[in-house]
């Protein structure tokens, strides 16, 4: 299959170049498109055979459910049974890095949702997501455009070399802002909001709107989010984790990720982050860069502080060091 790259200006999309992309979702094919997370790896969610094609084209296992990516709240309420505290935080965060898992109405095939009750449904913040969903007026599930377990796609050369030859189009929409995936939020029992996955949105923020504590979903429990379970978003070359209060010893041709000015190691690249924000923001863009060079091994600067997206970055700094429980 040849994969077809088209630039897109974020904030003018071309109706032409946005009507070809949903003509080819509107039959079965893949899209790839930017949101402010990461890049999404687009199929009609209704279409069992085109989610297909999603699971296939990543290599994804076929229990990890998708995302369903909307541009109204009719558009989600015709998916799953929202609730007062879903319409809320859909009022105050959408469009908007956070996720939210609900009972699903039978009309998202099994496939879509992994065979479970639930769907997530999330409403992007990006220009192009949205008039594409819009022109396309089906949703879209999107898992993110790379090749399960790589790094999450932040630019469109980052699709385009883990999916080239196996989706249909790209569309180019520059650097994503967030540069991780959302926060996925349990949602089907109002009185118990469960954290599936920390992300964009921090806890502190969803926290305070729905005025209770998130809980942890128990190890064991089923309603942990599958995709929590994987090694996932790391490069082909080993990433550590560097914690401040160790001592370490750095191979020849090492690189280096973080907020501090570590001037004196020893190591042959480092990108150096302002803050929280933009360190989430570089990271995986990061990943694929060393990668790229062929350094050894990557060094990543764990984050102590506590704020905004920092939860979100240490869970991606983990998996990626495939230092999980
Ligand atoms: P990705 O599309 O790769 O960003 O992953 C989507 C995330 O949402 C994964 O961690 C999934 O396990 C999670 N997810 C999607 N649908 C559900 C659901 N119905 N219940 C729990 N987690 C879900
Ligand atoms: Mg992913």
Redesign the pocket.
Known sequence: MMTITAKINKWNPDKAIISRAAEILRSGGLVAFPTET?Y?LGADALNSEAVRKIYEAKG?PSD????LHVYNMAQAESLVFMNDIARKLAKIFWPGPL?F?LP?REIIPLRT??G?????VRMPDNPVALALIEAANIPIA???ANLSGRP?PTDSQSVYQDMNGRIDFILDGGNTEVGI??T?I?LSNPEKILM??PGGMSREIIEEAVNMKLQVPDNTSK??????RYK?YSPSIPVKILRRDKDINIPANSGFMGLSNLENENFAERIIFDDIANYAHGLFSGFRKFEHENLACIFVEWPEENSGISEGLRDRILRAAGDFV
């Open positions: 990461v999404g994804r990890n459910p998708l995302i996720t898992v699903a949702r992994g479970l009750e639930t769907a997530a999107a898992p993110s999450s995936e959302s996925v349990d599936l996955r309603k942990r989010s599958p995709g929590t996932h």
